[in-house]
């Protein structure tokens, strides 16, 4: 049977599966039945520590986790109370569940995501300003993160293969309010024709078999097969080939999987320092309360800078991550030259120009220093981040920060605007806003019309200091401008 992808969204994994086999119901506490194979290969890896990693897969406690976006999230009571328990290691994330209803998540102030994946950003630690590259992206959680540390400059291309994948990333890339991303759906080696050695650090964080994450989902562990880490393992490589090519010499690259399986940790981390000109960054030194990567699983090179994350020794999942320093000689790196590169849209015509100054008389433009960066696809203008390539040659699902659409006589802002605002920007400068009670936060993002009593044309609906959207404000009603394919009842 031909293999498929397998996704989980909430836990922001990915991995590839094979022919679905039986599998006994399980609920947490409960026994869970490992497959034969699986159970002989790691009492044999891990000897005495046996005992405790397959008590920990079979009825261990599985925890949930949340991260806050920091250029979002604010300091309202009801909000704070969600930030008891800090995920360790991380700036931003926390342990407990989020509500994908909950109007924090629908703002953008907070993201699902499995404790343990979320290092994974963290030990990227990129630079604002630099180029950088999420090479299998989806669904976001990875990607949301690198946007933080990025602080609104430089550039991120978040790019997924699969097209349904690359959508859910370019619609969590928006609710975070990411204003400097390209949202890109192609093969690797489709990337690296066009970004060859371009980016300042490449995240790879590959498909892979997903025994990290057999306790918290069936489907993983019910397509698992002795030879399934080695198949991945060939995909793996081709991967990371592709992605060394985009590398800037000196750039950095992370590898990371969520899987136990040292064909595609260990063994790949040894056969990139064989094949390449890399250097291992001692990731011990970034993080504490991890496992090193086993130096004997890997072909006679010091892995013990790299990490694992075992669930019988730290409160997630298991994963495995690398990080490598790129140092090719000169001589060595073959660049060719340049395609000229072609922007994006146009520039707003002088009608375009006349109905943008009317909206910006009402509504004052916050991003006044990227002014020079929007563009018009269509008759939808963007907020274009800069760019040295001809961004016409890819397939984008997103091409920065679209803010909004001319229509006869008038523009109308996107909910992508929206939600790259900040509550501090809204005090900043002094843009319109109506302060919503729970109640009708309910109505509007069921997409009922609100009363106000005034008439200030567009305005940001704002529940305990969280952008919920735009509306139209008219005769002391606001018209809803919330997108219809979002929806829904909260009653």
């Given at each position: 049977?031909e293999?498929r992808?397998?996704?989980d969204?909430?836990c922001d994994?990915?991995?590839?599966?094979?022919?679905?086999?039986?599998?006994?119901?399980f609920?947490r506490?409960?026994?869970?039945?490992?497959?034969?194979g699986?159970?002989?290969?790691?009492?044999?890896?891990?000897?005495?520590?046996?005992?405790d990693?397959f008590a920990a897969?079979?009825?261990?406690?599985?925890?949930?986790?949340?991260?806050?976006?920091?250029?979002?999230?604010g300091?309202?009571?009801?909000f704070?109370?969600?930030l008891?328990?800090p995920?360790p290691n991380?700036?931003t994330?926390?342990y407990?569940?989020v509500?994908g209803r909950?109007p924090?998540?629908?703002?953008?102030?907070?993201?699902?995501?499995?404790?343990s994946?979320m290092?994974v950003a963290?030990?990227c630690?990129?630079?604002?300003?630099?180029?950088?590259?999420?090479l299998?992206a989806?669904p976001?959680?990875?990607?949301?993160?690198?946007?933080d540390?990025?602080?609104?400059?430089g550039?991120?291309?978040?790019?997924e293969?699969?097209p349904?994948r690359?959508?859910a990333?370019?619609e969590?890339?928006?609710?975070w309010?990411?204003r400097?991303a390209?949202v890109?759906?192609?093969?690797?080696?489709?990337?690296?024709?066009?970004?060859e050695a371009?980016?300042?650090?490449?995240?790879?964080?590959a498909?892979c078999?997903g025994?990290g994450m057999?306790?918290k989902?069936?489907?993983?562990l019910?397509?698992w097969?002795?030879t399934l880490?080695?198949?991945c393992?060939?995909?793996q490589?081709?991967?990371?080939s592709?992605?060394?090519?985009?590398?800037?010499?000196g750039?950095r690259l992370?590898?990371?999987?969520?899987?136990?399986a040292p064909?595609e940790?260990?063994?790949?981390?040894?056969?990139?320092?064989e094949n390449?000109?890399l250097?291992l960054?001692d990731?011990?030194q970034?993080l504490?309360?991890?496992s090193s990567g086993?130096?004997a699983?890997g072909?006679?090179?010091d892995?013990?800078g790299t990490?694992?994350?075992?669930p019988?020794l730290?409160?997630g999942e298991?994963h495995f991550?690398?990080?490598?320093?790129?140092q090719?000689?000169?001589?060595a790196?073959?660049k060719?030259?340049?395609?000229?590169?072609?922007?994006l849209?146009?520039p707003l015509?002088?009608?375009?120009q006349k109905?943008f100054?009317?909206f910006?008389?009402?509504?004052?433009?916050p991003?006044?220093?990227e002014a020079a960066q929007?563009?018009?696809?269509?008759q939808k203008?963007?907020?274009?981040?800069?760019?040295?390539?001809?961004?016409?040659h890819l397939?984008?699902?997103r091409e920065?920060?679209?803010?909004?659409?001319?229509k006869?006589?008038r523009?109308?802002p996107d909910?992508?605007?929206?939600?790259a605002i900040?509550?501090?920007q809204?005090?900043?400068f002094?843009?319109p806003?109506?302060?919503?009670?729970?109640a009708?936060w309910q109505q509007y993002v069921?997409?009922?019309?609100?009363h106000s009593g005034?008439s200030r044309?567009?305005?940001l609906?704002?529940?305990k200091g969280?952008?919920a959207g735009?509306?139209?404000?008219v005769?002391?009603?606001?018209k809803?401008a919330?997108p219809?394919?979002l929806?829904?009842?909260n009653?």
């Amino acid at each position: 049977m031909e293999r498929r992808l397998f996704e989980d969204r909430a836990c922001d994994i990915t991995y590839v599966t094979g022919p679905l086999l039986s599998l006994k119901k399980f609920e947490r506490g409960c026994l869970m039945e490992l497959p034969g194979g699986f159970t002989q290969k790691y009492e044999k890896l891990l000897g005495t520590e046996a005992a405790d990693f397959f008590a920990a897969l079979t009825t261990g406690e599985i925890y949930k986790g949340f991260r806050i976006n920091p250029a979002k999230a604010g300091d309202t009571p009801e909000f704070q109370k969600l930030l008891t328990q800090p995920v360790p290691n991380t700036e931003t994330g926390y342990y407990g569940t989020v509500k994908g209803r909950d109007p924090f998540y629908t703002s953008g102030w907070l993201y699902s995501q499995e404790p343990s994946a979320m290092l994974v950003a963290e030990v990227c630690a990129v630079a604002p300003g630099e180029k950088v590259l999420d090479l299998c992206a989806a669904p976001g959680g990875k990607s949301t993160r690198l946007l933080d540390q990025l602080e609104g400059q430089g550039l991120l291309v978040a790019n997924e293969i699969y097209p349904k994948r690359a959508k859910a990333l370019s619609e969590n890339i928006e609710r975070w309010g990411g204003r400097n991303a390209l949202v890109t759906n192609h093969a690797p080696r489709e990337l690296a024709k066009i970004f060859e050695a371009d980016f300042d650090h490449i995240l790879v964080d590959a498909p892979c078999s997903g025994e990290g994450m057999f306790r918290k989902e069936p489907a993983a562990l019910a397509q698992w097969t002795p030879t399934l880490p080695v198949e991945c393992a060939f995909r793996q490589r081709e991967i990371l080939s592709e992605a060394l090519k985009m590398l800037k010499p000196g750039g950095r690259l992370t590898y990371s999987t969520c899987t136990f399986a040292p064909e595609e940790d260990e063994e790949i981390v040894a056969w990139l320092l064989e094949n390449y000109p890399l250097e291992l960054v001692d990731l011990q030194q970034k993080l504490t309360g991890v496992s090193s990567g086993r130096t004997a699983w890997g072909t006679g090179a010091d892995l013990s800078g790299t990490v694992r994350i075992w669930p019988h020794l730290f409160k997630g999942e298991g994963h495995f991550i690398a990080q490598f320093v790129y140092q090719p000689a000169i001589e060595a790196v073959h660049k060719k030259k340049k395609k000229k590169a072609v922007a994006l849209g146009k520039p707003l015509n002088a009608e375009q120009q006349k109905l943008f100054a009317k909206f910006v008389e009402g509504f004052p433009w916050p991003f006044a220093q990227e002014a020079a960066q929007i563009r018009c696809l269509g008759q939808k203008a963007w907020l274009i981040p800069e760019s040295d390539r001809p961004l016409t040659h890819l397939h984008l699902l997103r091409e920065g920060l679209e803010l909004g659409e001319f229509k006869k006589n008038r523009f109308e802002p996107d909910f992508a605007f929206a939600l790259a605002i900040s509550e501090a920007q809204v005090a900043k400068f002094g843009l319109p806003y109506y302060a919503l009670s729970f109640a009708e936060w309910q109505q509007y993002v069921a997409g009922e019309m609100l009363h106000s009593g005034a008439s200030r044309g567009w305005l940001l609906l704002i529940y305990k200091g969280a952008v919920a959207g735009f509306g139209k404000e008219v005769q002391g009603q606001i018209k809803n401008a919330y997108p219809k394919g979002l929806r829904f009842q909260n009653r």
